[in-house]
């Protein structure tokens, strides 16, 4: 063989190995692009604030100013817990410097000035020059924003700096949502629902994508996230709950949210007594007594809780496996939070003093909200015994 054909051999090893190190950068998705490879206009932006974008995106503006994003500074529970952000490591995610600038998918830094905008339209859009979400248009736009024609606002990665911590993008990687094909659902897919855009000097009226980013504040896509099947046969109950409308693990994200299945019981004489069946929650890792009891899907046990005053009721619980990828690799161990597709089974055996019983799926902030204080997904009433 001589050198021509050595160097060439080596050439093409060396592209194969180029092309699988890319494509293995875009399906892991941890690593960045820069800011360089994105699109650039090339004449200086001059706005500065978000509400320098409400003239010309004013549903947009509306939209965003109200949800967790817009207040993601301002709220008085983020400001409480980073005692007024005097914690500087809250700032990189709750007042962020724009994504593109230190590259998709990579940690963002803290902003230094506007920080009552908190996640702003810069933190997502801006790239340099450009604001990157030309999704609509053909050929850049002579606005001041500079728009570019360009997709790259859609890439996982523009969440994955701030909603990665709790591994909610790589738990959404390994559920059905993730496939390509009908079924497909990206974190926008669900969380921006399409909205009517008026018409405006360069583009007609069009589908737009809702900026209120709905998701455990909005009553109707929190009830969506799981559904609740109840059935009494003599003193029997029957309950399912499951995973059937997220794209991760129930509740997601934040650690503290805290998912409860409640049974409210009136008895023969008139009183009432409750009890906890089940917790769905990913704990802190100091709280031990958390650990999940239902480590595989298909495992199961038998238990107790306390009823009141009318005392212990045994119940029998299974873990249903999700139909797709049932194994997942991103899950914690000691976690009871519902895998997507997964469902959680329980059989009760209700005392014969119990005539009425009330079940309850219910959604807590944090783990302390007592349950006169949590949101209602769901909830059925039997009458015991009829
Ligand atoms: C890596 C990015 C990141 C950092 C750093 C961060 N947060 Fe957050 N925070 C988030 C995201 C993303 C959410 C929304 C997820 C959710 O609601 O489950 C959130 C939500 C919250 C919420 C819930 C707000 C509500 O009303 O529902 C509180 C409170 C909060 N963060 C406090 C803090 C505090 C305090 C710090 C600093 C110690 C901090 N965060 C640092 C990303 C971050
Ligand atoms: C003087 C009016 C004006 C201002 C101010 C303005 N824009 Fe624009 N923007 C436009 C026009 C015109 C377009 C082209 C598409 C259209 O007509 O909506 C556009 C397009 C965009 C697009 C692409 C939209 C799509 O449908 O694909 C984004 C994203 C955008 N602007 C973001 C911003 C942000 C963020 C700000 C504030 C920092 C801002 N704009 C300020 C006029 C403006
Ligand atoms: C710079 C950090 C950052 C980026 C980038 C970001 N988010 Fe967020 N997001 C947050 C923070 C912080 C909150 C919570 C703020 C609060 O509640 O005070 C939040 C809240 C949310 C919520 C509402 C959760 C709730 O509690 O109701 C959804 C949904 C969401 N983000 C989805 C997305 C999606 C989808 C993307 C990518 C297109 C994205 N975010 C990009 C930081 C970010
Ligand atoms: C199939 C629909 C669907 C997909 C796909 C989806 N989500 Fe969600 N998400 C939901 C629903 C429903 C809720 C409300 C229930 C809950 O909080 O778990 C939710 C809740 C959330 C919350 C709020 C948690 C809190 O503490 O308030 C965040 C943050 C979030 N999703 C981020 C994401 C991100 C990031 C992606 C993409 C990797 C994504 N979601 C993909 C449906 C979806
Ligand atoms: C958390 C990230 C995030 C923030 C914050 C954000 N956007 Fe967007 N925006 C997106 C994404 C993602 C899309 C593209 C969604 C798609 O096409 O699937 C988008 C699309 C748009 C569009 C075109 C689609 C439409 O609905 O008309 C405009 C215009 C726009 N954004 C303007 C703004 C303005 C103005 C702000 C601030 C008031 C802002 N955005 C804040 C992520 C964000």
């Known amino acids: 063989m001589n050198t021509r054909a050595l160097l060439a051999i080596a050439l093409l090893i060396g592209t194969i190995a ?15 692009r820069t800011a360089e490879s994105l699109p650039r206009f090339g004449r200086a932006l001059t706005l500065s604030k978000s509400s ?45 410097r724009p994504i593109p600038e ?18 702003d339209c810069f933190a997502c859009h801006r790239n340099q020059d450009t604001m990157l979400g030309g999704t609509h248009i053909t050929q850049a736009v002579d606005a001041p924003c500079n728009p570019m024609p360009s997709t790259a606002i859609k890439d996982l990665r523009t969440c994955t700096p701030c909603h990665d911590q709790h591994k909610v993008v790589q738990d959404w990687k390994e559920t059905t949502y993730a496939v390509k094909g009908p079924g497909f659902k990206d974190c926008n897919g669900c969380h921006m629902p399409e909205v009517a855009r008026a018409p405006t000097s360069t583009l007609p009226a069009r589908k737009g994508k809702s ?45 503290h949210r805290t998912v409860d299945l409640t049974l409210v019981c009136e008895l023969e004489d008139g009183t009432v007594a ?23 899907p298909g495992a199961e046990r038998e238990y107790t809780v306390t009823l009141g005053s009318v ?22 161990a000691e976690n009871t939070q519902i895998p997507s597709g997964e469902a959680r089974q329980y059989r009760v055996s209700l005392p ?16 302390f909200l007592a349950d006169g204080e949590a949101r209602v997904l769901h909830e059925s009433v039997k009458n015991v015994g009829k």
């Open 52 to 96: 320098d974008c409400k003239p010309c995106h004013e549903e947009v503006y509306n939209e965003w100013v109200g949800s967790q994003h817009g207040m993601a500074y301002v709220n008085p529970e983020v400001q409480r817990l980073s005692k007024g952000f005097r914690d500087r490591d809250c700032l990189p995610c709750h007042a962020p």
């Open 211 to 255: 900026h209120r980013f709905p998701a455990s504040h909005d009553l109707a896509t929190l009830k969506s996230a799981a559904s609740m099947t109840v059935n009494l046969e003599g003193q029997t109950l029957g309950v399912v709950v499951r995973n059937d409308g997220t794209g991760h693990n129930f509740p997601a994200d934040e650690r």
């Open 274 to 296: 409750t009890c906890r069946i089940d917790r769905y929650r990913n704990p802190y890792r100091d709280e031990f007594d958390l650990r999940n009891p239902l480590r595989t």
């Open 352 to 367: 014969e003093r119990v005539k009425r019983v009330t079940v309850r799926l219910l959604y807590k902030n944090q783990p």
């Open 18 to 32: 180029a092309v699988l190190w890319l494509r293995d950068e875009d399906s892991n998705g941890s690593m960045s």
């Open 311 to 332: 005392g212990l009721v045994s119940v029998h619980a299974l873990r249903v496996a999700a139909d797709f990828n049932p194994n997942r690799k991103v899950y914690y």
């Open 102 to 119: 230190t590259g998709l998918g990579e940690r963002a830094l803290e902003r230094l000035v506007d920080l009552e905008d908190g996640v």
